[in-house]
DNA sequence: CTTTCGATGATCT
DNA sequence: GATCATCGAAAGG
């Protein structure tokens, strides 16, 4: 079984084309989340990533199969969430980076000790505190539970600009981002975004 | 609205 | 020893 479609995305694919395809998709953890509206595209051509210098201990499941979870901790304080994919070279992933909330409202407000539904999960230390992960959903496939992941049932209109957070590669337009959303971590300012069809 | 800074620890050179 | 794919609070315009 080759094929890495996982709940009508395919993972077997450059991580700029998952960033993009998982825009409004619905990602559930242990039922708790809801709508994509923000990614990032990462692999081992690019300088910003983890791959960039081949694999590591820390970066061992970007080389394992597409369409699992690669969690790492950042700042030494926080979780980020990526998705394997798969492309020439291999190492490439796509960092969840916001989602509007929409199922388990009340249990991202306990985890996050916050009211405000529009900053629960905008920002890629936000949403795995809402959503609860950690590094031992490192390594799991996306496509059973814990996760729930499904595409968009209809195509949206999408935002592509220069990522975020990071110091080399600052012009790579890999960040993606649902267009007029606002539970994005930042906002695509005017001029520096490119709208997709 | 903006910028600055401390927290905190794994990872890699 | 430096660098982080960050967040939140605080301070300044």
């Known amino acids: 079984m080759a094929s890495g479609r996982i709940g009508d995305i395919e993972f077997d694919a450059p991580s700029d084309a998952v960033a993009r395809a998982l825009i409004g998709a619905t990602l559930l953890v242990d039922g708790v989340g809801g709508r994509i ?28 199969p597409p369409g ?17 994919c798969r492309e020439p070279g291999h190492g490439a992933g796509v960092l969840l980076r916001a989602i509007e909330p929409t199922d388990g409202l009340a249990e991202m ?24 992960i ?23 209109e999408v935002l592509a600009g220069p990522r975020i957070g990071i110091s080399k590669a600052v012009d790579a337009p890999w ?8 539970f994005l971590s930042k906002p695509f300012p005017r001029g520096t975004a490119r709208a997709l069809k």
Not at 38 to 48: I, Q
Not at 138 to 151: E, I, V, W
Not at 175 to 182: E, I, K, N, P, Y
Request: glycine fraction near 10%; hydrophobic fraction near 35%.
């Open 37 to 64: 509206v923000e990614t990032e595209a990462y692999d081992e051509t690019d300088p910003a990533s983890h791959t960039f210098n081949g694999p590591t201990k820390r970066n061992a499941h970007m080389y394992g």
């Open 109 to 132: 407000r306990a985890r996050r000790r916050l009211e405000d539904a529009r900053i629960l999960c905008a920002g890629p230390g936000r949403l795995t505190e809402a959503l609860g």
């Open 68 to 84: 699992h979870a690669y969690v790492y901790r950042s700042y030494g304080l926080h979780w980020c969430l990526n998705f394997v």
């Open 134 to 156: 950690t590094l031992a959903h490192g390594g799991l496939r996306l496509d059973r539970p814990p996760f729930f992941l499904q595409a968009a049932a209809e195509p949206l």
């Open 175 to 182: 960040r993606f981002g649902l267009a007029g959303s606002r």
